[in-house]
C-alpha cells in the first residue's frame, strides 16, 4: 500500500514531465513548417501598401483552396489588411478540391484552385451564382522545379522524354546514355536513379502530369491526375516531405515548387525544351512560359492552356497556373466589395510583383489586363 | 494507467440473476442510473458509428467499378471509379503482425524484469520511461522515424538482405531507401511497446505470493519460478496487452503517412519500399477527396472497423478459454 501511494506520487510527477516533454517535442515538431514561407517574408512587408484601394470592402472575407499559393496568399493578405483597416480576410490553405467544394456550398468569397473548373463543377456553381457562374482568374504562376541529389554532380540537364523516362522508372541509373548525351561534360556516377513523388493526390502531380504528357506524348502515357500514375519509384507527404527525401538520399530525384528548392539548397535540373540553351527553373523564366499561354476559357472565364511544348528562348516549360475561382455575377452582396477590392490588388503591379519575391511567378501582363478587367465588371 | 488492469470482465456473478439489490435509496438510485445510462450510450454510440459508416460505404460500393475487395487500385476520382483494399488491408495487417513480432518478447521482457529482477529503485524509473514513450505523439515518431530511421535502417537492410535473403521475406528486389513495411513496423513496435509493457507488468505483479513461494520453497531458481507460476498466471494478460498493442497498430495513422511510401502493389518482400495501410490512405487521400471520394474511403475505414472487432473478439475468445488463470480473478 504504501509502496503504491508512493509510485503514485512519482507518478503525478513524471506525469508533469512527460507532458512538458511532450510540449517540448510539438514544438519541435512545428518548427518544420517554417521552411516553405521563409522564402518569401524577406521585403515585402516594409514597403508601404499606398496603392491598395479599399472602396467598398468591409467586414470578414473568407476563402479557401489551393495550398500552392499559400505564400503568396500569406504576403498579399498581410498587405492588404494592413492598408484596410476592418477588413479581415481568411485564406484557408487546405487543398483545391476542398476549395472549390466550399465554393459551390457558398462558405466562402472565392476559391483557390490549382486547375480550372470541371464541367460539372461550373454546373453546381449556377446554384451558387445567382444569375451567372463560377469563373477562374489565373492569378498566381509559379515554376515547378525538378530537384536531384547526386554527388559529384552540381549541374544537370534532361529533356521532357528523359524526365518521363526516368520517373517512369524505365530509365535506372543516372550513367544511361540517354541522360549522358544531354550532359556530355558530367562526369555521372553508376547510381541507380530513385525518383520520389507525392503520396497524397496533389494539383503539383497532375501539373507535372500535364506537361509529360504534352511534351513526350510518347514516353509518358498516363492521364494526368492528381494521383501519382506510374507504378515505380517512391512516395513522400507534400511537397516539403519530397523536397526532405532528396535532399538526404544521394541518387534522389524528386517534384515540387521551387521555393522548396530554394530553402533546401536543393540543385534544380535545367530543362532542355528544344531550344537555344538549358533553361533553369525561376520566376522570371516560368512568367515567360506563361507569356505563351493563351485563354481557353468561353465569356468571362479566363482559364488558360499552357503551352508545354514551348522552345521560345528562357521560358522554363514546366510550370503550373493557379486560379482564384469567383462567380461572374451573382456574388454575395456582403462580400462582393471585399472580394473586388482583394483581387484588384492582388492583380495589380504592386499585387503581382510581391509573387517574385515568394519563388513564384507573376501573370503575365497581358492576361493579367484581362484579369483586372474582369475583377472590375464582378457583381 | 493503473486503470488497465482492469479490462478483463469481471466473473460472471453465479445464477445469473442475483445480483445485488439497489438498497432504495436515493444515491444509489442515482448511481444506478448514471452508470446504467453510460453503457446504453456507449452501445447508442457504437451503433450509429457502424450505421454512418456502412450507409456511407454502400453509397461508394455501389459505384465501385472495381472489385473492393480484390482491386490493387485506389482512384474514386477516376472515370470510372475503380478502388479496393486488398493493398490496403495486406499492409495492415503485415506491418501489424511485423510490429507485434518485434514488440510483445521485448515488452514481456522489460514487464520481467521490472516486476522480478531489477531493483525497486531502478524499476519505478524504467516504468516510467516507458511509459513516457505513449506521450509523444505519433506525429513525431513520423518525423522522427522519416529523419533519423530510414536513414539509419539502410545498413540493417542492407545486412537482412545480404544474410537472410533466402527467407525471400528478407529478400530486398528494389532499390530505394528503407520507407517500407518493415520501417514501419519497427516504427509501431516502439509506439505500442508502453501499452503491453505496462499491462504485463501489472498482471505479473499480481501473481499470488503464494505460487512464487510454493515454488521457490520446492527448489525453484528464479526463472523456473517465472516460467511455472508467473508466465502462466500471466499468459492472458499478456495476450489482452498484445491486442491492445495490436488495436493501436491497426490503426496508427500519422506516423505510418511520414514513414511509408505508399503504392498500390502487394509484394511480401518486406524490405522493398511500398506498401499502404488503411488509416495512411485515409490520412493521404482525404484532403483532395471529392464527397464520392470520402465515402470511399469511409467505406475502407469501415473495412478496419470491422478488423478492428474481429482482433478484440478473438482476443475475448482466447481470454475467455483460460479463465482460470486470468488476473481478474485472482
Redesign the interface.
Known amino acids: 500500500m504504501k509502496l503504491q501511494r508512493k509510485n503514485r506520487l512519482r507518478a503525478t510527477a513524471l506525469g508533469a514531465l512527460a507532458v512538458s516533454g511532450a510540449l517540448v517535442l510539438t514544438a519541435c515538431g512545428s518548427d518544420n513548417n517554417s521552411g516553405g514561407d521563409s522564402g518569401g517574408s524577406g521585403g515585402g512587408q516594409t514597403k508601404a501598401a499606398s496603392n491598395v484601394k479599399c472602396d467598398g470592402a468591409k467586414g470578414q472575407l473568407r476563402a479557401s483552396g489551393s495550398s500552392a499559393q499559400k505564400n503568396a496568399m500569406d504576403l498579399w493578405v498581410k498587405e492588404y489588411m494592413a492598408a484596410c483597416s476592418g477588413v479581415e480576410i481568411n485564406y484557408n490553405s487546405s487543398s483545391s478540391g476542398e476549395g472549390i467544394v466550399a465554393f459551390n456550398q457558398g462558405t466562402v468569397g472565392f476559391a483557390g484552385s490549382d486547375s480550372a473548373l470541371k464541367p460539372e463543377e461550373v454546373a453546381d456553381s449556377k446554384k451558387i451564382c445567382k444569375s451567372g457562374q463560377g469563373i477562374n482568374l489565373p492569378m498566381v504562376g509559379g515554376p515547378i522545379a525538378i530537384g536531384f541529389h547526386l554527388d559529384g554532380v552540381d549541374s544537370l540537364t534532361l529533356d521532357a522524354p528523359t524526365l518521363a523516362k526516368i520517373f517512369d522508372t524505365k530509365i535506372k541509373k543516372w550513367n544511361d546514355p540517354a541522360i549522358a548525351k544531354l550532359n556530355p561534360d558530367a562526369k555521372l556516377p553508376d547510381k541507380a536513379i530513385q525518383p520520389f513523388h507525392r503520396s497524397e493526390d496533389s494539383g503539383t502531380t497532375q501539373n507535372l502530369g500535364k506537361y509529360l504528357s504534352a511534351a513526350a506524348p510518347a514516353d509518358w502515357k498516363y492521364e494526368a491526375e492528381k494521383k501519382w500514375p506510374a507504378p515505380g519509384g517512391q512516395g513522400a507527404t507534400a511537397s516539403s516531405g519530397v523536397a526532405t527525401q532528396v535532399k538526404q538520399v544521394d541518387g534522389s530525384i524528386g517534384y515540387f515548387e521551387l521555393s522548396y528548392a530554394t530553402s533546401q539548397q536543393i540543385t534544380t535540373v535545367d530543362i532542355n525544351t528544344g531550344g537555344a540553351a538549358p533553361v533553369k527553373a525561376s520566376s522570371e523564366n516560368a512568367s515567360k512560359a506563361i507569356a505563351a499561354a493563351k485563354v481557353k476559357g468561353t465569356g468571362k472565364d479566363l482559364a488558360l492552356d499552357l503551352d508545354y511544348t514551348t522552345k521560345a528562348e528562357g521560358a522554363y516549360p514546366l510550370v503550373l497556373v493557379t486560379y482564384e475561382v469567383v462567380c461572374d455575377t451573382g456574388n454575395k452582396a456582403d462580400t462582393l466589395g471585399t472580394v473586388k477590392s482583394f483581387l484588384t490588388y492582388t492583380a495589380s503591379a504592386d499585387g503581382q510583383k510581391l509573387l517574385t519575391e515568394a519563388g513564384y511567378a507573376p501573370i503575365p501582363e497581358a492576361i493579367n489586363a484581362k484579369v483586372r478587367e474582369t475583377v472590375a465588371g464582378l457583381s | 494507467?493503473a486503470s488497465t488492469t482492469q479490462i478483463e470482465t469481471p466473473p460472471a456473478p453465479p445464477g445469473g440473476r442475483s445480483r445485488p439489490r439497489s438498497t432504495g435509496r436515493a444515491g444509489d438510485r442515482i448511481f444506478l442510473g448514471l452508470s446504467r445510462g453510460s453503457g446504453i450510450l456507449l452501445l447508442v454510440i457504437m451503433a450509429s458509428i457502424a450505421v454512418f459508416l456502412t450507409y456511407r460505404a454502400a453509397i461508394a460500393i455501389s459505384k465501385d467499378e472495381g472489385n473492393f475487395f480484390t482491386t490493387f487500385d485506389?482512384?474514386p476520382?477516376?472515370d470510372p471509379p475503380v478502388f479496393g483494399i486488398a493493398i490496403l488491408l495486406f499492409g495492415t495487417v503485415v506491418s501489424s503482425i511485423i510490429a507485434m513480432v518485434i514488440a510483445v518478447p521485448i515488452a514481456v521482457g522489460i514487464a520481467l524484469f521490472i516486476s522480478h529482477y531489477a531493483p525497486r529503485k531502478l524499476a519505478?524509473p524504467i516504468a516510467?520511461v516507458i511509459?513516457?514513450l505513449a506521450?509523444?505523439?505519433s506525429?513525431?515518431y513520423g518525423?522522427w522515424g522519416?529523419?533519423v530511421l530510414v536513414?539509419y535502417l539502410e545498413g540493417l537492410n542492407l545486412w537482412l538482405d545480404q544474410f537472410f535473403g533466402w527467407t525471400y521475406i528478407f529478400e530486398k528486389t528494389e532499390?530505394?531507401?528503407a520507407?517500407s513495411l518493415f520501417t514501419v513496423g519497427i516504427l509501431l513496435a516502439i509506439m505500442i511497446l508502453p501499452i503491453v509493457t505496462s499491462v504485463s507488468r501489472e498482471v505479473f505483479l499480481q501473481v499470488p505470493r503464494m505460487n512464487e513461494e510454493a515454488a521457490l520453497a520446492l527448489g525453484a531458481t528464479r526463472w523456473e519460478v517465472i516460467r511455472l507460476s508467473v508466465l502462466p498466471f500471466g499468459r492472458s494478460g499478456v495476450i489482452s496487452a498484445s491486442m491492445l498493442g495490436l488495436g493501436r497498430a491497426l490503426g496508427e495513422t500519422m506516423a505510418v503517412?511520414?514513414v511509408?511510401?505508399?503504392?498500390?502493389?502487394i509484394s511480401l518482400h518486406v524490405l522493398n519500399?511500398?506498401g499502404g495501410t488503411f488509416a495512411q490512405n485515409i490520412a493521404?487521400?482525404f484532403?483532395?477527396?471529392?464527397?464520392f471520394g470520402r465515402d470511399a474511403l469511409i467505406a475502407s475505414g469501415l473495412v478496419l472497423f470491422v478488423l478492428t472487432l474481429l482482433v478484440n473478439g478473438a482476443a475475448r475468445l482466447i481470454i475467455a478459454r483460460r479463465k482460470e488463470y486470468s488476473g481478474a480473478n485472482a
Open positions: 494507467m485506389w482512384n476520382a477516376g519505478g516510467y511509459d513516457l506521450a509523444v505523439p506525429i513525431v518525423i522519416a529523419l536513414p532499390i530505394g531507401v520507407r503517412a511520414t511509408l511510401s505508399p503504392n498500390f502493389l519500399p511500398g493521404a487521400k484532403g483532395e477527396a471529392d464527397a
